[in-house]
T-cell receptor, first 111, second 113 residues
């Protein structure tokens, strides 16, 4: 079973920041928080990951709470092309680990 | 730099037949994982290959088998196809080390009639 909980859907106005929450209260000390998104009929796209510090890249920012029990993915200026299902996953990586996908959040960016 | 490539993109098979799907990992990656995604659901882990060996397996029957070649490319084989095997089959590659993100291809859409 997935170790994360996400809202099933969210709306966001184009040009505004999209803040996607994720709860992972049973995360282990060696597990990272990963975010992927899946646009219709495509494979999941890696967005960002972090362990305990906030992270930022060209796509998004990841804010992880100090107790690591929850996190928020931030898309600073959402566009229509950001409409997708967003998956939050806890994962250690490596050669003998697997991604366990939950149901994700369907983000709908509105014009 | 090519990402993960999968072939074919679409495939239609008849119940009882066998199918082989192929995956080339992202350049520099040595680990390949396969996932099955049924319509409206998240991807489900099938198995993972590293150093040409199956390292971990999900809850899938033995009809699902795989192989990894010395160049790190991989094949997924499914025997005795069932209607329920219709799905998007995703390949993901990564480095076999901690904190290495998986990168996915766009999948093979398999339809079993």
């Amino acid at each position: 079973d997935a170790k994360t909980t996400q809202p099933p859907s969210m709306d966001c106005a184009e040009g505004r920041a999209a803040n996607l929450p994720c709860n992972h209260s049973t995360i282990s000390g060696n597990e990272y928080v990963y975010w992927y998104r899946q646009i219709h009929s495509q494979g999941p796209q890696y967005i960002i990951h972090g362990l305990k510090n906030n992270e930022t890249n060209e796509m998004a920012s990841l804010i992880i709470t100090e107790d690591r029990k929850s996190s928020t993915l931030i898309l600073p200026h959402a566009t229509l092309r950001d409409t997708a299902v967003y998956y939050c996953i806890v994962f250690t990586g490596g050669a003998t680990n697997k991604l366990i996908f939950g149901t994700g959040t369907l983000l709908a960016v509105q014009p | 730099d090519a990402g993960v490539t999968q072939s074919p993109t679409h495939l239609i098979k008849t119940r009882g037949q066998q199918v082989t799907l192929r995956c080339s990992p992202k350049s520099g990656h040595d680990t390949v994982s396969w996932y099955q995604q049924a319509l409206g659901q998240g991807p489900q882990f099938i198995f993972q290959y590293y150093e040409e060996e199956e390292r971990q397996r999900g809850n899938f029957p033995d009809r699902f088998s795989g192989h990894q070649f010395p160049n790190y490319s991989s094949e997924l084989n499914v025997n005795a196809l069932l209607l329920g095997d219709s799905a998007l089959y995703l390949c993901a590659s990564s480095l076999g080390q901690i904190n290495s993100p998986l990168h996915f291809g766009n999948g093979t859409r398999l339809t079993v009639t």
